[in-house]
């Protein structure tokens, strides 16, 4: 059996990947086409958040298939539906957090000087840590993080 952490800590690596390279992209598009810098950091927020979610979820199904899939090899939406709003609902007061705090740096950081790719990575540099250190513990707590033989025993 894989190792349930390492495969959680895999999935959130390429999400995060996949959310910085988003936001510093973004951050350069609206730079080109807009001088609102609130704009510009809202933005590269939005989508930053959006394609690190976009990615993890499938990531996630896919590696843990011996919890989400009957026998019949269905999947079980609702079973996965239900863990990612538990996950969700867990990191609420973090996701508030973010989203509205990290605009508001990359924006100090724009008008600052610093270019909009850096300021989306900077703004990252700060929030990402707190984000991925509470991951794992919530995840682990709500149950995103288990064996199918845990599965097993809660459904007994």
């Given at each position: ?7 959680f ?8 990947i ?23 950091a ?16 499938p990531?996630?199904?896919?590696d ?8 019949e ?66 995840a ?7 064996s ?9």
């Open positions: 059996m894989k190792n349930k952490y390492i495969s800590a895999k999935n959130m690596g390429i999400a995060a996949t959310g910085l390279v988003a936001g510093a992209g973004t951050a350069e598009l609206f730079n080109l086409i807009t001088d609102d810098k609130t704009m510009t809202i933005a590269s927020t939005i989508s930053e958040y959006t394609a690190a979610y976009s990615v993890f979820l990531l996630h199904a896919r843990n298939m011996d919890i989400y899939r009957t026998e090899g269905k999947f079980r939406w609702g079973e996965f539906i239900k863990d990612q709003i538990k996950l969700a609902g867990g990191f609420v007061l973090l996701d508030i957090a973010y989203l509205t705090g990290r605009p508001l740096l990359a924006k100090e950081f724009l008008d600052s000087g610093v270019g909009s790719s850096q300021a989306s990575l900077y703004a990252d540099a700060i929030f990402y840590p707190v984000l991925i250190a509470a991951v794992f513990p919530i682990k707590i709500t149950g995103n993080i288990r199918k033989e845990k599965n097993l025993e809660d459904k007994v």
